[in-house]
């Protein structure tokens, strides 16, 4: 087994699972444009500074390297911005990631786990929601995502490109031990908001109140970073043992709602959170649960990490030690 190519393995996801990957005994080499990545993230993994897109620069890093699997988390993530500027996530998402599927198959990597969404799935017909529910995204992250993840059985078929799908639900919480976390610019994301009001951040604005659920507000499916890391390892795992190629969702079977993870960093933090009411924020589907029993069956996925509270804690702990992120 040669060494890992971990695109994005300076931002978030990518970062915990590059070091998982390390920890687990991986050789690692990690390729992020740092344009939203985080060079500190990556401390100790060799890190190449590229642009997934620079074909040269990737094929380059494989031989270099010796890699013989990639993990591709290298992508644009905002739903909001993705309505307002569309052309940037499918020239990132899209064409970035046929770019680097090209590299791959020139250099004869033959495995790769990608970095997928519940966004896929859109408006959820029911929950909790299987890998079997119809995908029909209602934004162009999700569209970009998923195109991907069309194109890949047929990368499979005509280039032997074998690869694991992994669709997260809402990632959250930071490495237990405290050495990366969460850092978005701008952060739009719900538990560093809710941090950042329970310290001298802005207030957290609760988009709607008036959803079908018990208390109005959405309810998510929080999954830690870490266990999220761990599936990619397994992941990698199954697809050198010979499993044929698949798709998952991540997720911990349980929901909750913007007022439970208001309460629950409450009482991690011991700080009231500021919040105020705001109107819905378009494209919000009220509930958004996974049913991740096939990796766990296929997988042998097991996430530790499950409690809010943990998540929160993890999380607030981070936020704690990093209160400007990275900068700090
Ligand atoms: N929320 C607020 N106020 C905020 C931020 C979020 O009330 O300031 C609410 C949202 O309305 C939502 C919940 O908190 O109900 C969680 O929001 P996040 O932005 O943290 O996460 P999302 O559920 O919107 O996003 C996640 C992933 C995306 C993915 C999307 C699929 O982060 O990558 O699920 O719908 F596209």
């Known amino acids: 087994m040669g060494a890992v190519l971990v695109t994005g393995g300076a931002g978030y996801i990518g970062s915990h ?7 687990a005994g991986r050789d690692v080499v990690v390729l992020d444009s740092l344009q939203a990545g985080h060079r500190e993230a990556v401390r100790g993994l060799p890190l190449v500074t590229a642009d997934i897109a620079d074909t040269a620069a990737v094929r380059e890093t494989i031989r270099r390297y010796r890699v013989t699997a990639a ?61 079997d529910h119809a995908t029909r995204p209602i934004n162009p992250y999700g569209e970009t995502k998923l195109a991907v993840e069309q194109a890949l059985p047929h990368y499979e078929r005509a280039y032997g490109l074998r690869s694991v799908r992994l669709r997260y639900f809402n990632a959250a919480g930071a490495d237990p031990h405290g050495r990366i976390g ?51 390892v397994l992941a990698l795992a199954a697809l050198e043992a010979g499993k044929p190629s698949g798709v998952y969702n991540l997720g911990n079977g349980r929901a909750f ?67 400007r992120g990275y900068a700090s």
Do not use: K, Q
């Open 17 to 23: 699972a590059a070091h998982a990957l390390r920890a």
């Open 71 to 131: 993990m591709h988390f290298a992508a644009l993530l905002s739903v909001g911005d993705s309505v307002a500027a569309p052309a940037r996530y499918y020239e990132n998402n899209v064409c970035g990631t046929l770019a680097l599927l090209d590299a791959l198959v020139r250099e004869s990597v033959g495995l790769l786990v990608f970095s997928s969404t519940a966004a896929v799935y859109g408006e959820p017909l029911r929950t909790p929601i299987a890998e």
């Open 182 to 232: 969460e850092d978005h610019r701008p952060e739009e994301h719900l538990i560093p908001r809710a941090l950042a009001a329970a310290g001298d951040g802005p207030p957290l604005v609760v988009f709607g109140d008036d959803y079908a659920t018990a208390d109005g507000t959405c309810r998510r499916d929080y999954v830690h970073v870490s266990d999220l890391a761990a599936a990619h």
């Open 257 to 323: 709602s913007v007022r439970d993870v208001v309460a629950a960093v409450e009482r991690i933090a011991g700080r009231r959170v500021r919040h105020e009411l705001g109107p819905r924020r378009p494209g919000d589907p009220a509930v958004l649960l996974a049913s991740s029993e096939r990796a766990r069956s296929e997988l042998g996925w097991e996430p530790i990490y499950e409690e809010l509270d943990v998540i929160v804690e993890t999380a607030w702990r981070w936020h704690r030690s990093h209160p």
